[in-house]
């Protein structure tokens, strides 16, 4: 049995979000989120007073930077993919926008008990937790992405993460390599993956209905098999960011991931 977890009646074809930057604030409560060529909008709700709620009431639309048709080449683009369950959530870094209103948001971590390494790009070793950036607060507001409902505690699944080179910058904190980057497994062997990839992106070659969690757990293990041989070739995307985060037009650091 396989769930949609409230799949958008359109799915973004992929680039990478979401970004977090404002830059314009436009009618209907909405406001535009940019960075890296990427645009995202973000619905904004009513504050409340629990600067960090556990339900998210507002929701962010973003694109990813690439697109897979192939599950092993999203596991050969991921910097780590991991099984595991997810045993708290805490409030991460603060974003500032650089639009010059000092208005910040807070990541939102999700802290990954791993079970069991899948896939390890840059050979890092077997770390026991893994935290991952997954949606924002933004006074008392917590926002999701589209179709990516929050990953609570004690939910269980699979997690394919991007980061920098670990030789180029080095992060405490992941985040998904695309929207399909995430399979929540839960009880009855259901299977819940976000949007609507099941019926396209790299999950349409696994028996949605018939196979369950041990068809997706197979196919995620061949997979990573393929990777682990140099038989899928990584999607790498080049990213650049200020070499002094808080000069903005210092010089560039580059990589691929």
């Known amino acids: 049995m396989t769930e949609h977890d409230d799949a958008p009646p359109d799915p973004v074809p992929s680039r990478r979000g979401p970004s977090r930057r404002l830059v314009a604030l436009v009618a209907a409560g909405a406001v535009a989120l940019a960075a890296a060529g990427v645009t995202s909008w973000a619905l904004w709700p009513d504050a409340v007073d629990d600067p ?12 990813d ?15 780590l993919v991991v099984k595991g369950t997810a ?24 802290v990954v008990d791993v079970d ?20 924002y607060w933004e006074n008392g507001i917590g926002y999701t992405r589209e179709g990516m409902p929050w990953t609570e505690v004690g939910q269980s699944g699979y997690f394919y993460l991007t980061a920098p080179p670990p030789d180029v910058l080095a992060t405490e904190t992941y985040a998904y390599i695309h929207e399909a980057g995430r399979v929540l497994i839960g ?17 349409t070659a696994v028996d949605h209905v018939n196979g369950g969690a041990p068809a997706f757990e197979t196919a995620i293990q061949s997979a990573a098999d393929a990777a682990a041989a140099g038989e899928a ?3 790498l995307i080049s990213v650049c960011v200020p070499s002094d985060p808080a000069v903005e037009d210092s010089a560039p650091l580059c990589w691929e991931e």
């Open 52 to 63: 960090y709620p556990d339900v998210p009431e507002g929701v962010y639309h973003a694109a």
């Open 65 to 79: 930077v690439r697109a897979f048709d192939d599950l092993a080449v999203m596991t050969a683009s991921s910097a």
């Open 87 to 110: 045993v708290e959530i805490r409030p991460g870094a603060e974003v500032v926008y650089d639009d010059g209103s000092e208005a910040a948001v807070t990541d939102r971590e999700v």
């Open 116 to 135: 069991k390494v899948v896939y390890d790009r840059y050979g890092i070793g077997a770390p026991e937790t893994v935290v991952v950036v997954e949606g």
């Open 187 to 203: 009880s009855g062997s259901a299977v819940s993956i976000p949007g609507h990839w099941q019926e396209e992106g790299p999950w």
């Open 233 to 235: 070739v990584p999607e």
